[in-house]
């Protein structure tokens, strides 16, 4: 049984509606509305003294526009590989794990051990392999235990999810927990600064950056009419920007300390041909994956969702104008925009590399890179297994994922790999 | 707000109360704790609805709205239990409840609360991938990834038992 029926047939029985009265009051959400915009006033006083603070701190981050200068030469493309070759991972003693970040050398990720449930709980383990090679098998300081990124000198940020997220680093054998109370760090770049969003509710979330492992969350500036909880960081360049989700747009904050909006030019965006892809089966058609019905929405703006950084580039969906979910990347420093793969691609982006939605395949520059399968994965019955890409090399010749189990099998175990490709 | 802005935040929201309690009402497990993530998410969109009406897909961000309000509920309620030493007693049952359905809840509160939404909006509320990845702001492999983890948790927690053999 795939995990598709399995879940469906699983939670069937919690399939219900309310079984009391509604006590929601419209109006008292009116009247208590009026109360909270009254408030963004000094919301956003908290936010200008939060900028003047980092201002003062880390002396390079404030809000403003400003037309970026136009470099004539784009971020180079690295060549793309003639071959890959799968090859599944080390996981210690454990029975599944997955690998879930990379560095942009592609030397190093990171990954866990699948916790335990049953009481008393079993805490997953954080695993970090370097040239393929298992170095570090290191019991998580909480249980639940998630890994978003890794460095390339092999320092692993992710966070605790018991309730209220607790971040972390790991560095050298040891655990280190970072300041500002709950949240969780996304990314960090080769000079050890860290990113991620930090508050105790998930309206009260604010982006961070931390400069060091023991280094205080230091507040990034928010832009004008922007309130904590709207934001959430993405990722962060090895230069030092940082990028960030506001609503379905983006908002960079460059290395110079200025902020401004990603906004992609109006026009129109060519909707992907509905030919349909091949798909394993019981995934759903790409006519499915359409986020919207292409029906409302004239006049709107697109819309550009930043997701990560790869080779001085942003990658990311763009919501156009009729409301398709396009693959597109962004060069700040040029202002130039892209569209990506070819008329039959939708998006999906994760980690520190763009991929292609339910295909195992990875973009190097503007083109696909279709990855073999593992042996492993081989199943009688096509979709019984599927690939989770979550990290690509910056010279396109290591991908890193995990091999995922669709079968509602316990013997069946997700496991991490990696792709070397020349 | 005007009298016109707030006829169309009447009229939304009106309209969409009944579909929003049941997605509330599926994320929690309970009918009252339902009515506050609603009420916390029409109050929070009221106080932005001049410019939710005009730019935003609405039905699209509220969702994200309530999504996020359970997940704050959460991170509340690991607060409380802290405060109080020790984890507080599980809801009893509402009359009429089935024990599978009982034993179901408790096995999914014990699951991490993203994983928790990710698999009542695809399996319970029948959204897709992509439009899961919307609401949580993810990539479509997180919303995979999670769905894969919080079913593998569930079945450690349950054993491999599936349509109504708990």
Redesign the interface.
């Known amino acids: 049984?795939r995990?598709e029926e399995?879940?469906?047939?699983?939670?069937?029985?919690?399939?219900?509606?309310?079984?009391?009265p509604?006590?929601?009051?419209?109006a008292?959400?009116?009247r208590?509305?009026?109360h909270?915009?009254g408030r963004?006033w000094w919301a956003g006083g908290s936010a200008l003294v939060a900028a003047v603070a980092a201002a003062s701190v880390g002396g390079v981050l404030a809000t403003g526009g400003g037309t970026p200068p136009k470099p004539k030469v784009l971020p180079p493309d690295p060549p793309m590989p003639g071959a890959c070759v799968p090859a599944m991972l080390p996981i210690g003693g454990h029975p599944d794990a997955?690998l879930?970040a990379g560095d942009p050398s592609g030397t190093w990720h990171a990954g866990v051990s699948?916790?335990?449930?049953?009481e008393p709980p079993v805490f997953n383990s954080l695993l970090i392999w370097r040239g393929g090679q298992l170095v570090t098998d290191a019991k998580a300081p909480a249980s639940?235990f998630g890994v978003r990124d890794i460095n390339g000198a092999g320092v692993a940020v992710g966070f605790s999810?018991?309730?209220?997220n607790q971040p972390f680093a790991y560095r050298n054998g040891s655990f280190h927990k970072l300041a500002g109370g709950?949240g969780e760090p996304v990314a960090i770049n080769d000079a050890g600064v860290i990113v991620g969003n930090v508050g105790?509710?998930?309206?009260e979330t604010r982006p961070v950056r931390w400069r060091s492992l023991t280094a205080p969350a230091e507040p990034l500036p928010l832009p004008a009419g922007v309130r904590p909880?709207e934001v959430?960081v993405r990722d962060i360049a090895e230069d030092g920007s940082i990028v960030a989700?506001i609503?379905?747009g983006g908002y960079l904050w460059s290395p110079d300390g200025t902020g401004r909006f990603l906004k992609p030019p109006k026009g129109h965006y060519p909707a992907p041909s509905m030919s349909p892809i091949p798909l394993p089966s019981g995934m759903?058609s790409v006519e499915?994956?359409?986020?919207?019905p292409d029906t409302?929405?004239a006049g709107?703006?697109p819309q550009f969702?930043p997701?990560t950084f790869a080779r001085g580039w942003i990658y990311g969906h763009l919501l156009s104008e009729s409301?398709i979910?396009l693959p597109y990347r962004y060069d700040p420093r040029s202002d130039t925009w892209q569209r990506l793969g070819d008329a039959s691609t939708q998006a999906?982006?994760?980690g520190n590399g763009m991929?292609a939605?339910?295909r195992t395949a990875a973009y190097v520059g503007r083109a696909l890179l279709t990855l073999p399968l593992p042996p492993e994965a081989a199943s009688p019955k096509e979709g019984e297994n599927?690939m989770?890409?979550?990290s690509i090399g910056d010279d396109a010749r290591t991908v890193g994922g995990?091999m995922?189990?669709?079968r509602?099998?316990?013997s069946h175990r997700?496991r991490p790999v990696i792709w070397r490709c020349r | 707000?005007t009298d016109e802005s707030?006829a169309g935040?009447?009229d939304y929201?009106?309209g969409r109360?009944p579909a929003l309690?049941?997605v509330a009402?599926?994320l929690s497990?309970s009918?009252?704790e339902?009515?506050d993530l609603?009420?916390e998410t029409?109050?929070?969109?009221?106080?932005q609805?001049s410019r939710i009406s005009r730019?935003?897909?609405v039905d699209?961000?509220v969702h994200t709205m309530l999504v996020?309000?359970f997940?704050?509920e959460?991170?509340?309620?690991?607060?409380r239990?802290n405060l109080r030493g020790a984890p507080p007693e599980p809801p009893a049952a509402?009359p009429?409840t089935?024990e599978?359905?009982t034993v179901?809840?408790a096995a999914?509160r014990?699951?991490?609360?993203?994983q928790q939404a990710v698999?009542?909006l695809?399996?319970?509320c029948d959204q897709?991938?992509?439009?899961v990845?919307?609401i949580l702001?993810?990539?479509?492999?997180?919303v995979?990834?999670q769905?894969?983890?919080g079913?593998?948790?569930?079945?450690?927690?349950l054993g491999?038992r599936?349509?109504?053999a708990?």
Request: charged share 30%; proline share 5%.
């Open positions: 049984m995990d399995y879940g469906a047939l699983l939670l069937r029985p919690l399939d219900g509606e309310p079984d009391a509604s006590k929601i009051d419209v008292k959400a009116m208590d509305g009026r909270r915009r963004r997955n879930t699948e916790p335990n449930y049953h639940s999810d018991t309730g209220a709950a105790p509710t998930e309206n909880g959430r989700e609503g379905r759903p499915a994956r359409l986020p919207f409302s929405s709107v703006d969702t997701l409301s979910t999906d982006l994760s991929f939605g339910d599927w989770s890409l979550t995990s995922i189990s669709g509602a099998d316990p997700d | 707000m707030d935040y009447l929201v009106h109360i309690r049941r009402f599926l497990g009918s009252d339902a009515d609603v009420q029409i109050t929070k969109l009221y106080a609805w730019v935003e897909h699209s961000y996020r309000a997940l704050d959460k991170r509340r309620g690991w607060w239990v509402p009429g089935s599978e359905r179901l809840r999914l014990r699951v991490p609360a993203r698999l009542v695809r399996f319970l897709s991938v992509a439009d990845a919307q702001g993810c990539s479509e492999g997180t995979k990834s769905t894969s983890h079913l593998n948790a569930l079945r450690r927690i491999d599936v349509g109504g708990l």
